[in-house]
């Protein structure tokens, strides 16, 4: 069974940076879309980013330019880099794995525990 730790989270300052990490263990992800997710109270699951099993990588609108998705196959990890912060992008983000394409909140997805990133202004 897949598991998924992510982590990075925390309390800026708008304009600040941070980044997250998501740590696979317990399984095989060959062939998965791995990405991250954010939901604040009251809004829809989002799809922030993503990386297809073949490399490529989606960016949703509001956070291009400014957060960077990478990975590190030896260690099993994916990060999301994220600069420029705004209040907006508050919200508790999930890391998230998946044999089909990544596209909307699955229960059907592995997922991690969550990780709140808190801007303030």
């Known amino acids: 069974e897949v598991q998924l730790v992510d982590t990075g989270g925390g309390s800026v300052q708008a304009g600040q940076s941070l980044r997250l990490s998501c740590t696979a263990s317990?399984?095989?992800?060959?062939?998965?879309?791995m990405g991250w997710f954010r939901q604040s109270p009251g809004d829809e699951c989002e799809l922030v980013s993503s990386?297809?099993?073949?490399?490529?990588?989606y960016y949703a609108d509001s956070v291009k330019g400014r957060f960077t998705l990478s990975s590190d196959n030896a260690k099993n990890t994916l990060y999301l880099q994220m600069n420029s912060l705004k209040p907006e992008d508050t919200a508790m983000y999930y890391c998230?794995?998946?044999?089909?394409?990544?596209?909307?909140?699955?229960?059907?997805?592995?997922w991690g525990q969550g990780t709140q990133v808190t801007v303030s202004s």
């Open positions: 998230a794995a998946s044999p089909s394409a990544l596209v909307y909140c699955s229960a059907n997805y592995y």
């Open positions: 317990g399984g095989t992800l060959d062939g998965s879309d």
């Open positions: 990386l297809t099993w073949d490399g490529s990588k």
